[in-house]
């Protein structure tokens, strides 16, 4: 079969008539290929390959190119990179061995073509297309990986022991093709990850965050998590998560699941957003549930103060695994730290004042904590799951009045500081926080709406109580 019509970007053209110039076989190779095929929109990367340099083949391919774009030559690794348009063009030469980031001798020995798709990672990534002018479009399958892609399969085109030794982030990468592709990983394949597992301490942290983020990221993020934890690679990535698996039972008493009702809500929220750092929120919002669970005779078991614990738990994570210490991770631990507030207000009466508490708190990241908490109701009782999210209903409902009212998102207090100082001629002292505090505490109550002459009137009041005179 011809695949001519996967090369009508004008690039292929110019890179056809480069590798003529140099007399070089050339192929299109990996995600471009596989992603044509699944139709899974236009490419942002394309790998060529070419049978001899490709550090050379790219600098022609730059001389031919109208804008001249300057070559990005990675000399280690024998590669070279060049941008055009919107589209990053990576370009390799041909070998034998693996293409390992982590390699102690990148030295690698020039190959074939059937060399260079041997030693990649999953059939359906060895897929190459011809791009010599005399074959233009024609498609090099030895492993059968258009068949793979019709079955839904990740298989390795060699045995998978060695696919995996040669670069153990594969193991993560076969899971992350899983869960963005719905796909199956191949039986003996998921054996030897299950096999090699402890292999994945050699890989950098910022890799396996890379295809962590990926899996996250996909349709449902569950079907990665279910092969990270059954491989048993789940608990050297994160011990957190595999922590809240099992269900004890003391006296009869028994508490849920709380790893597969996680990813129950990390499904549920991917639904509704594909904010990397709430998903991230989802996966994380009860890891406080391990370190914090007792059994109690008379209630049964507890998890008390699980979401500051928790919170804690997110920058030790983030840390360990080299991620952003940033805003990113302060949104993360304060979508942990108030994951139970809306539900605690949802079991009960919605108040104006818990309303006004919670946005107080939460200030613009409300809509956020909403879509987390509702993506939290997992009761397979149909009553509660009505109740709850009827009363969520009512809660956003009541975000919106009073928003409109008193303005309490980014609250500011409508008497500062200095107006205090100055009615009662003091100098900074306890007196002017507590007075502000008196008036926040009323605002948020509802016993006085958010505006100056209430407010002003209040620190009179509150003034007089504390034995202040004011001045005029
Ligand atoms: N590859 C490999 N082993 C790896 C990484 C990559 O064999 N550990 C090969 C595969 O043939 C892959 C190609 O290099 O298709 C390009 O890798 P990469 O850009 O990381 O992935 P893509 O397959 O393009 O997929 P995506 O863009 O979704 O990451």
Redo the contacts with the bound molecule.
């Keep these: 079969m011809n695949y001519k019509q996967a090369l009508t970007h004008p690039i292929f053209k110019v890179i056809s008539q480069s590798a003529k110039e140099l007399q070089l076989d050339t192929y299109v ?4 290929v ?2 044509y095929i699944l139709q899974r929109g236009s ?3 394309i ?1 060529i390959v070419a049978i001899g340099s490709g550090i050379e083949l790219a600098k022609q391919v730059a001389k031919n190119l109208p804008n001249k774009p300057k070559v990005q030559v990675f000399k280690t690794y024998g590669t070279a990179m060049l941008r055009f348009e919107d589209i990053e063009i ?1 370009f390799v030469g041909a070998r034998k061995e ?4 982590n390699s102690r001798n990148p030295i690698v020995e020039n190959g074939t073509l059937e060399d260079d798709q041997n ?4 059939t359906i ?2 897929l190459a297309i011809d791009l010599s002018l005399e074959n233009f479009g024609e498609l090099l399958d030895p492993f059968n990986g258009i068949q793979d892609l019709k079955d839904a399969i990740i298989r390795t085109p060699l045995s998978p022991d060695i696919t995996y030794s ?2 153990p ?2 193991m993560m ?1 076969a899971i ?2 899983a869960s ?1 592709l719905d796909f199956k990983i191949e039986e003996e394949s998921l054996k030897a990850i299950s096999r090699n597992k402890e292999r994945i301490n050699i890989i950098t942290k910022e890799r396996i965050v890379v295809e962590l983020n ?1 899996i996250i990221e996909s349709p449902k993020p569950s079907i990665g998590f279910i092969l990270l934890e059954k491989t048993g690679l789940l608990s050297y990535i994160l011990p957190e998560l595999t922590a809240l698996k099992g269900i004890d039972e003391i006296e009869g008493q028994r508490h849920k699941d709380n790893f597969y009702h996680t990813l129950e809500v990390v499904d549920n929220i991917s639904k509704n957003t594909d904010n990397l750092w709430l998903r991230w929120a989802a996966l994380l919002h009860d890891i406080g549930k391990a370190p914090t669970k007792k059994f109690h005779k008379k209630i049964g078991w507890t998890f008390h103060g699980h979401e500051f614990k928790g919170s804690k738990m997110v920058y030790q994570l983030f840390k360990r695994l080299k991620m952003p210490l940033n805003e990113k991770m302060k949104f993360v631990q304060k979508m942990v730290l108030m994951s139970s507030r809306p539900i605690v207000l949802a079991e009960d009466m919605v108040t104006d004042s818990a309303v006004r508490r919670l946005v107080f708190d939460a200030g613009d990241y409300v809509e956020d904590l909403m879509l987390l908490c509702e993506a939290d109701i997992t009761t397979k009782n149909p009553k509660r799951f009505k109740k709850y999210h009827n009363n969520f209903k009512i809660v956003r409902k009541k975000i919106v009045e009073v928003e409109e009212r008193d303005q309490i998102r980014n609250f500011q207090p409508p008497i500062s500081g200095e107006v205090i100082m100055e009615t009662f001629n003091l100098k900074p002292c306890r007196e002017i926080g507590a007075i502000k505090e008196v008036i926040k505490e009323a605002i948020l109550e509802g016993d006085i709406p958010n505006e100056y002459e209430a407010a002003y009137q209040l620190m009179l009041k509150e003034g007089e109580r504390l034995g202040l005179k004011a001045s005029k």
């Design positions: 190779i990996g995600g471009f596989r992603d490419a942002k990367d790998d990576e693996s293409y390992n980031e030693r990649r990672d999953f990534n060895a040669d670069d982030l594969r990468r992350r093709f963005q990926k």
